[in-house]
């Protein structure tokens, strides 16, 4: 692996402290960082090479567990002290990295900033010619939110675009680094028995759905302009959509890959505007009792405006129209402060043809399913009937575990995967542009009328699993939210 020099810009924030400088000193102790690999920390703080190192020692407490690892870590880090917007400091950047043999020539640059400054940076960037691949390459790493709305999303593009090209460009959804998201590409298109059965001939409906049982807490300055369909919909659910259903793509390259993912997103029918409440629910979290505490409502939360209407729940039901899949609707759904926290693919499959069964005592046949569950158990699980033990014929359900469960979530970390794919080069796990804007289509109706519908919003109690009135969305009378693996009845 070659040698590169991160350079954190917002080094000093949540996602630098949280998940970065975690994941790349699990790296190093894995022996899987580059030896020349450094870090230098972008920050507007009054902070010099060792204040960084004893900052970074002091994150890492608790979780670093090897001292000599943690000392060569440190090493590896320094500081530049800068404001982002000014270019006068720029110059300066350019010479710390670039004069003399002490970094890399190979630069990731890791914006870990509010999406605002994404623009200017890049652009200051290219003014010192940080951008040109002249020796070495130059990467510019952005996490989502990718834009506001479609038109957000095209304009940031392409300020981007002017210093830096689409190869150059890492777009990272950390729910694409985790183990059962990739797990899906190697669970449909490694075992030939399923291939014949993932379509609408057999699959009667998809669910894709995230629920966190914590609300906003503090972060409701950035939730209130965004909401749940901005903040999962678009962004992970929908790539999760396109994961379960893609063709089998012509290689595992990224283009190729990527190609895939967006036909699937250009198939998904458009929704109008006219139809968006037969497609789309929202609602709110109310305040309430969660094992007995008291916990406050959307609308109580620090920073929430006091008419805000911005969502903590949404619901999407879309159809893909194409040869596989028309005809079958996808469930999408998300929610804060709901019953636990979880985020489960499931499949359901049709009933038999023939009811075999019928005059025996098995009045109900159960469908057969397929529960991908990706966190916090990273799980796959088969639901299939069999007769239960005794002289009658009834059926039981039971289930075939088929792999992760119960793995240790510790070892499985998204960022690190993410993180070595960007050393190497490799974009199969990130957002190609066109990802991005077809997503945005999906969505963008239903942002519009909701913009302009702001008188009324459904409330749920927290703790719950959401309110009833989502259950509209649903084409098929025994159509239920399959919200965990385990509740198969709720
Ligand atoms: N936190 C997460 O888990 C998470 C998850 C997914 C995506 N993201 C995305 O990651 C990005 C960063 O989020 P965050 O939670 O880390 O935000 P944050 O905690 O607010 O950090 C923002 C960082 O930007 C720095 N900064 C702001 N203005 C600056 C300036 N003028 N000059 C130099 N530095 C400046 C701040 O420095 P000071 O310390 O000096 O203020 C701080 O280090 C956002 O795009 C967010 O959407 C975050």
Known sequence: MEDCTFVIFGATGNLSQVKLLPALYRLDVAGRLPEGLKIVGFGRRDWDDETWRGQVRDWLAGKATDAEVLERFCERLYFFRGDLGDEQVYPALRDLLTSGARFSPNLVFYLAIRPADFGVVSRLLGTVGLNQEDGGWRRLVIEKPFGYDLESAESLNLRLNRNFQETQIFRIDHYLGKGTVQNLL????????????????????????????????????????????????QSHLLQVLTLVAMEPPANLDAESLRDEKVKVLRSIRPIPQSAV???AFRAQYAAGTVNGEKVPGYLDEQDVPEHSVTETYAALKVFIDNWRWRGVPFYLRTGKRMKTGNSIVSIRFKHPPQQLFRETQIDRLKPNWILLNLQPNECIRIEMQVKQQGLELRAETTRLDASYCGINQEQLDAYEALLLDIIEGDHSLFLRYDEVSW??????????????????????????????????????????????LENDEE
Do not use: C
């Open 186 to 233: 190697v669970f449909r298109f490694a075992n030939l028995m399923l291939e014949p059965l993932w379509n609408r001939n057999y699959i009667d409906h998809v669910q894709i759905i995230h629920s966190e049982s914590l609300g906003v807490g503090g972060r409701a300055g950035y939730y209130d302009g965004a909401g749940a369909l901005r903040d999962m919909l």
């Open 277 to 279: 409440n037969a497609h």
């Open 439 to 484: 997503a945005w289509k999906v969505v963008d109706p239903i942002l519009k009328v909701w913009a302009v519908e702001r008188d009324f919003i459904h409330t749920y109690p927290p703790g719950s699993w959401g309110p009833s009135e989502a259950d509209r969305l649903f084409i098929g009378q025994d159509h239920r939210w399959r919200n965990t």
